[in-house]
């Protein structure tokens, strides 16, 4: 390893902060973590390692995907990967100064311009780390505009959005968070009248929710304003092809999890973190956003026009002290959404609907499976199985099919259930196939 520091600044920085030696200032990591004995094999030259991988890569196995659950297996068309490898898009690490690459802040105005239309938001930043993150922000700034600090979640919002949350405010202590419960997986709109009060800063209303659930998001969006609580919308993107945008009905703050727009599943990341907001709250954005303007010869151009955090401005008064955006995973979703275009975008979403609810038909005939919410879904519901879902995702490993997501690991009362999703790519012949694969636990 590389170190640029001599003996000498070494010594001067270990005395400024009252230590003797590094191994004073290392002692309470465990000595096994510290020093860790590596079993590594010989090096190998560029060719052998190039035979290896492919012998790794022989041992995977194809699954049938049929898992959601934040995650979707989209078809990604094969021009996104070609045109985001343009020269014109490639710059170094991330655009802080406004000499950036003119084509990375041109995706960057086009992603921006992309998720205000599709969302109808007044203004989009340049994106965040992903949607948990995003929705994080949109609380940060929630409390910020109305002073209070009680945050109502549904109960069922994503279980690791909730997570996220607890990790960003539970060590300031700031925020005050309360589950709405649920009624046939969906808000309870009593408990949601009960909940809410003068102190309620937002209400997080995600639709379709964690269950793949609609709610009934301008009921809520009305109950939220009437308190002078600001509403934080969790959608789906492509489900925005043919359900109500978070703009239609008054959302303050719209985030998502922008995975599903043209990006593989990547074994779990990197993800890609959207985030809108009305034109009033856009001092309280995070992130950066890009501007149009021209130069000094009047031609077009593209600039950061805004940048509220703490590289700028004192870090006390920071939106945020989020400095980077997936700026690759953003070119490759507005690729995706220039190349679908809004009818691409609603055949799309109008596809998932269709194979989602005939697969969910198919399921609920299977002597032993249901469906556990009887209500409107975009293209996720939860099926009761007839033995534990573990047991049943297992098995059809096996089979070389991802049976979905079992909730057991988020909900011990669901321990039956799998949260099943299907997408566009999903054939027929396939969804046979997992049908009669769940058929041998028919009772």
Known sequence: MFSPHTAKEREEMLAEIGVSSLAELTAQVPQELLYPQYNLPA???ESELTAHMAELGRKNRGLVCFAGAGAYDHYIPSAIKHIASRGEFLTAYTPYQAEASQGTLQAIYEFQSSVCALFEMDAANAS???????????VNAAMRITRRNKILLSAALHPEYKETLKTYFTPKGEAVFSEIPCVNGVIDPAALDSLLGEDTAAVVLATPNFYGMLEDAQAVSDKAHARKALLISVVNPVSLGVLATPGSYGADFA???GQPLGNPLNYGGP?????SCKKEHIRHMPGRICGMTKDVDGKRAFVLTLQAREQHIRREKAAS??????????LQAVIYLALLGPRGLKEAAELCVEKAHVLAEKIASLNGFKLRFNGAFFNEFVVECPVAADKVRNALLK???????SLGAFDKTMKNCLLVCATEKRTDAEIERFVSALGRFSK
Request: aromatic share 8%; charged share 15%.
């Open 321 to 330: 002290n989020i400095c980077s955006n997936e700026a690759l995973c953003a």
């Open 271 to 275: 993800y890609l973190g959207i985030f």
């Open 43 to 45: 090096a190998l030259t």
């Open 255 to 257: 985030v998502a999890e």
């Open 128 to 138: 965040m780390y992903e949607g948990a993150t995003a929705l994080c922000e949109a």
């Open 399 to 405: 089979d070389g099919i991802l049976a979905g997501v």
